[in-house]
């Protein structure tokens, strides 16, 4: 037990030896855990999945996504080793309607440049499995997790098994006979579940970046009003999204190539020929292609005025945020006119889809700028 001080004892003079040092910063007590190291796991995370939806952009250019035409999680893992294997995989992709209808008299050769790339995409996805479970539960043995994160962390990996049983699901519906591309509803899943998965990394990101106690604080000066307009403008960035996968998956892209008229039409004529009328909206080229325009020029009108909503802000780093925005957002919708003009010229096209990428990190990055403001000077 401590020694009692003398009430003439000057307040500055040392206390005795056994008397415990004041402690402090106690609401982040035992919080922390590796969020360094976290970060940097999650970093590489937020890139491997980045790539992956780049790699699986020019894999539905180049027409490769039928290549292999069976899931094997596992043992899929291996190429073909030699010549007969190769001849084997060469066989079961002959029996495909892509290749029965499409693709026939194509050489081995030929089938190859294929095959690389949806087996490169597929074991990226592989790889991404493998840099989750070995981060995660690497972290979680050694109890470096800070509390109430763990949930968020395992759900990544869910997310990500949901992601490659939605891959299969979606490359399945190819191999029926009644198309010779993938269902466009299964890819904008497939997309949307991709995005889904690199917005939660960057959002986990941006948190575990500030201690929980500077959270807290920062969330009693949020400022609504953009808060709101940022959260309405990523719900048109991510359904813009899903409506670039619809124009991809069934080739929308190439069909109308002038601007800002469509084949001299404002709304092509033909924009509802197909029965039951709801099939318009998924499987008509000409209805798919104007959606997406019109939602574009929708996310850009938005943008702009979030933009200038956000000069009234007395925080330099909200309106930085919202500039990016916009400048992410001016330079997206030019790549997607020059997209559409070029008929969807592979470059130009996955070009604008890792714009997409970037446009909803942007989003994001202003969406937190607002929600969890940083102190500044008020010089």
Do not use: C
């Amino acid at each position: 037990m401590s020694e009692k001080r003398s009430i003439f004892q000057e307040v500055d003079a040392p206390a005795p030896d056994d008397t415990p040092p004041p402690q402090g910063g106690l609401i982040d007590a035992g919080r922390k855990g590796a969020r360094r190291g976290i970060r940097i796991w999650l970093t590489i995370l937020l890139l491997m999945v980045a790539l992956m939806i780049a790699v699986g952009g020019w894999t539905r250019l180049t027409d490769s996504g039928l290549s292999i035409t069976e899931w094997k999680p596992v043992t899929g893992a291996l190429p073909p080793m030699n010549d007969a294997d190769w001849q084997t995989e060469f066989s079961k992709y002959q029996k495909s309607p892509e290749y029965q209808i499409q693709n026939k008299g194509m050489t081995i050769e030929q089938f190859k440049s294929i095959f690389w790339w949806e087996w490169g995409h597929r074991n990226l996805g592989r790889a991404i499995g493998l840099v989750w479970a070995l981060g995660f539960f690497g972290f979680l043995l050694a109890r470096k997790i800070p509390p109430g994160w763990t949930g968020r962390l395992f759900g990544l990996g869910v997310l990500g098994g949901l992601q490659g049983a939605i891959g299969w699901w979606m490359v399945s519906s190819g191999l029926t006979g009644r198309m010779v591309d993938v269902a466009s509803y299964r890819l904008a899943t497939h997309l949307g579940l991709g995005f889904i998965i690199m917005g939660l990394i960057l959002w986990y990101l941006m948190r575990l970046g500030r201690d929980e106690r500077e959270l807290l604080q920062a969330r009693r000066t949020r400022e609504e009003t953009l808060a709101r307009l940022a959260t309405i403008l990523l719900a048109l960035v991510f359904f813009q999204v899903l409506l670039g996968a619809l124009v991809a998956g069934i080739d929308a892209g190439r069909g109308y190539i002038d601007w800002p008229l469509m084949n001299g039409e404002f709304l092509p004529s033909e924009s509802f020929d197909y029965t039951p009328l709801w099939a318009n909206f998924f499987e008509n080229p000409a209805l798919v292609q104007f959606n997406h325009r019109m939602v574009g020029y929708l996310v850009f009108l938005f943008a702009a005025f979030s933009w200038w909503k956000s000069r009234a802000s007395a925080l330099r780093a909200t309106r930085h945020a919202f500039d990016w925005v916009m400048a992410i957002v001016l330079l997206q919708v030019s790549l997607g006119i020059a997209t559409v003009m070029t008929a969807a010229q592979p470059h130009l096209a996955i070009t604008h889809q890792i714009g997409a990428i970037i446009v909803m990190a942007m989003v994001l990055r202003a969406r937190f700028a607002t929600l969890y403001p940083t102190a500044q000077s008020l010089r």
